[in-house]
């Protein structure tokens, strides 16, 4: 039975024909080489954050702090890390958190579809943002077979959120992913110190500059006229959501909906009794407000919150396989990755990407294996300790 883990051996083997793997296995590695890798306004947007960035921070450091006691005489040499949600099986709980910028990540432009291809490579899903260089209908079409997720910003007008999410649904989105936490930028000190905000610039609109009901927003078309579509982009953009918008967001499709940027148990409570499909604790890598608790520290009262009604997604500060174990221990159904993938995206497009992404899977396997957990439900089981 081929597992994760196996990834190591290929590494290992590979050495021994003089081959060394283009990619570094460690995240501090990664995030160096694809730092000198990226233009700097672009490595300023990925790897910045909100404020002097201490939640950002905290958010990975905080993993530091919960740790998991190994069991032994347990034949895990068989693991299975596949998880159920939304009516899928996935083959582990890892997929492609939403990264609006990944389209300028790869120096041609593409790496929507570079993050498409990683996703139908190794079987992760990825969810997509509404903010992409190519439009949800390629995206998808380059995932193949691995289930992909929608993300939405929902825009001011309602036509326009609704073509997105029709368009969504029809390029085979599997679940509608609102994130709650963006109607306005939070005060990001990197990209403002060089009056550098992509949107502003053209890029990662796709998406609103091919949708019909954007265009209809439009006195001339945005070929013809692109300043006056970033205007009108910048101006409808950001929705204010509140819980009075849950039945139109149900109105708007059949797939599940699930309310991203939730970190207070309260939330998470009246997300589910709203009719909210899936939950998604994130604080947004840090990046929205500055000031907060570290995202993994707010899943456990989230997650308590839920009480197994719906799943729980969990992104913010994930960088290792061994993350994503403690995530799930703690709760997490499924653990998106951010910033690492898009690293692995600007040092090798879609194949950098997989790297990070087998990696990642690798080392939550391989943790598995030695820790005596063959399930995820043994994962669980065995919990995580905050010290
Ligand atoms: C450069 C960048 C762009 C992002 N764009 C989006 C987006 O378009 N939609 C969204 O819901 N979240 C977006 N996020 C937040 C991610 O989905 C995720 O919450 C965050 O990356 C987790 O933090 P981490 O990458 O530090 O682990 C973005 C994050 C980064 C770093």
Redesign the pocket.
């Known amino acids: 039975m081929p597992h994760f883990g196996d990834y190591q051996n290929q590494i290992y083997f590979g050495g021994l024909s003089g081959i060394v793997p283009p990619y570094p296995a460690d995240f501090a590695t990664l995030e160096r080489r694809a730092a000198a890798a990226m233009p700097r306004s672009v490595l300023d ?2 790897q910045g954050g909100c404020g002097d960035e201490t939640t ?1 921070d905290a ?2 450091a905080a993993f530091g702090h919960w740790g998991m006691v190994p069991r032994m005489m347990v034949d895990a040499s068989a693991r299975d890390l596949s998880v159920d949600l939304f009516g899928m099986r996935w083959p582990s709980p890892l997929f492609m ?5 990944t389209g300028i990540a790869t120096q041609d432009g593409h790496g929507d579809l570079a993050a498409a291809r990683a996703a139908a490579a190794t079987g992760v899903p990825l ?1 997509a ?3 992409s260089n190519d439009p949800v209908e390629d995206v998808s079409a380059a995932m193949g077979d691995t289930p992909g997720l929608f ?1 939405l ?1 929902t825009p001011r007008d309602p036509d326009v959120a609704a073509s997105l999410v029709a368009r969504a649904e029809a390029a085979g989105a599997k679940a509608i ?1 609102v ?1 709650l936490d ?1 109607w306005v930028t939070g005060w990001r000190p990197r990209d403002l110190n060089t009056a550098s905000f992509p949107q502003l610039r053209g890029h990662v609109l796709a998406n609103y500059l091919t949708d019909p009901a954007f265009r209809k927003l439009l006195a001339r078309p945005p070929e013809e006229d692109p300043a006056a579509a970033i205007r009108t982009w910048a101006a409808t953009f950001g929705r204010v959501l509140t819980w009075a918008d849950m039945p139109w967001l149900r109105s708007l499709t059949d797939l599940p909906i699930v309310l ?2 939730i970190c207070h148990p309260d939330d998470a409570r009246r997300a589910v009794d709203e009719g909210a499909d899936g939950v998604y604790c ?6 929205q407000a500055n000031g907060g608790i570290a995202a993994i520290d707010c899943l456990p009262a989230v997650v308590e919150a839920v009480a197994g009604r719906v799943p729980v997604l969990f ?5 290792s396989g061994t993350d994503v174990v403690k995530a799930v221990a703690i709760g997490a159904t499924a653990v ?5 993938y ?1 690293y692995g995206l600007a040092l090798g497009g879609a194949d950098g990407c997989a790297h990070v992404l087998r990696c990642i899977l690798a080392e939550a396997d391989l943790m598995m294996a030695v820790n005596g957990w063959p399930t995820l439900a043994a994962v669980r089981e065995a919990g995580a300790v905050r010290s």
């Open positions: 947007y990925v950002q958010n990975a958190a939403p990264i609006g910028v969810c943002s509404t903010l993300q910003y992913v994130t963006t991203k940027g994130s604080n947004h890598g840090g990046r992104d913010s500060g994930v960088r998106g990755v951010g910033r690492p898009v």
